[in-house]
């Protein structure tokens, strides 16, 4: 038997719902962020966008939505409420396929994009850490039982060589390995690739952008380029004076290799507490980007604007996300 529902209840789907008509007649920006535009068989964090359907949601955001730069979003956000509202692209973290797959499509578009880059990477070789990291737990048919692995934080250790069991690891060793400095995973990853036997896998396709590639993908009049800081490591996690490298030294890493300072900026994993979020207004940011899931209004800090993650949706489920979630 189905009970109704309590009035309580039914007055929060109310209230719910109300307020969510009602910010709809206010006026409001989207900013949507994507890492990959590619396919790849090992995907634990759902960053891959496949070309086709990249190429849908940006038709249906140029049909339904005004694509703006990043740095103009706010403000388009603040006009009278348009029959068509704002909405930026952003990428985070610089994979060569933003440059080889992404940017073409913006191209033909028209549809200007944010490419935030993690410069520490840049021109490095093989895959970012993750994805490595991804490919050596989860991508082998068989595995050893037993694991210890030694890390700063402690020892990460396991015991069922099951491949269910692999995403409990992969989760684990992921938490420990984003708070180490780079030297300190890439041992922690050696390890691992000797115990998996295998350090195998379509790695190429998911390392980063070079020097170069950087300066190519900005020189196509589309794509700006913004910071990631340097490790990717989450800021709040790190001592203050850290915290402040990370974000001057990356916007002087992307300066040297561009020859333009960022004005926009983007906090590794969403992770931005009010302290850190003064470092990046101290560093004369106009423009960064936090980890929680709202539209942008004209009373959004902008160095702590909303954005919404965009996952592998073909284009008709992309469009009907859009009206449920945004459109007026």
């Given at each position: ?53 990249f190429?849908?949601?940006v ?34 973290d ?50 050893p ?8 934080g ?28 780079e ?60 915290r ?17 300072r ?42 702590a ?5 965009v ?18």
């Amino acid at each position: 038997m189905n009970r109704l529902p309590s009035p309580g209840k039914t007055a929060r789907r109310l209230s719910g719902w109300a307020s969510r008509m009602a910010g709809r007649r206010r006026p409001r920006g989207l900013i949507l962020v994507y890492h990959r535009v590619a396919r790849s068989a090992i995907d634990p964090w759902n960053l891959c966008v496949s070309p086709e359907n990249f190429a849908a949601h940006v038709a249906a955001l140029s049909r339904y939505a005004r694509i703006v730069p990043l740095t103009e979003l706010q403000e388009a956000a603040g006009d009278a409420p348009p029959a068509r509202p704002p909405v930026a692209i952003t990428f985070d973290d610089g994979y060569v396929d933003n440059l080889q797959v992404a940017a073409p499509i913006l191209t033909r578009a028209g549809a200007p994009a944010t490419v935030f880059l993690v410069t520490g990477s840049l021109g490095r070789p093989g895959p970012f850490w993750w994805d490595r990291l991804a490919w050596l737990v989860l991508a082998p048919r068989t595995v050893p039982e037993e694991l210890n692995l030694e890390l700063p934080g402690g020892v990460v250790r396991w015991r069922d060589g099951r491949p269910g069991a692999r995403r409990r690891l992969h989760r684990n060793v992921w938490t420990a390995l984003k708070l180490v400095d780079e030297d300190t995973r890439d041992a922690a990853l050696d390890r691992l690739a000797r115990w998996s036997g295998s350090d195998a896998g379509p790695l190429e396709a998911s390392r980063p952008l070079t020097p170069l590639e950087v300066r190519e993908i900005g020189a196509t009049g589309v794509v700006d380029l913004g910071s990631h800081t340097v490790t990717h490591r989450p800021l709040p996690r790190l001592p203050l004076e850290q915290r402040r490298r990370e974000i001057v030294e990356s916007l002087e890493a992307c300066a040297r290799i561009t020859g333009r300072r960022p004005s926009t900026f983007s906090y590794p994993h969403g992770e931005a507490d009010p302290t850190t979020v003064e470092l990046a207004r101290d560093a004369g940011l106009a423009v960064a980007c936090a980890g929680h899931e709202a539209l942008v209004g004209p009373g959004s800090d902008p160095c702590a604007l909303p954005r919404v993650s965009v996952h592998d949706w073909p284009g008709h489920l992309f469009t009907r996300w859009l009206r449920w979630y945004w459109l007026p």
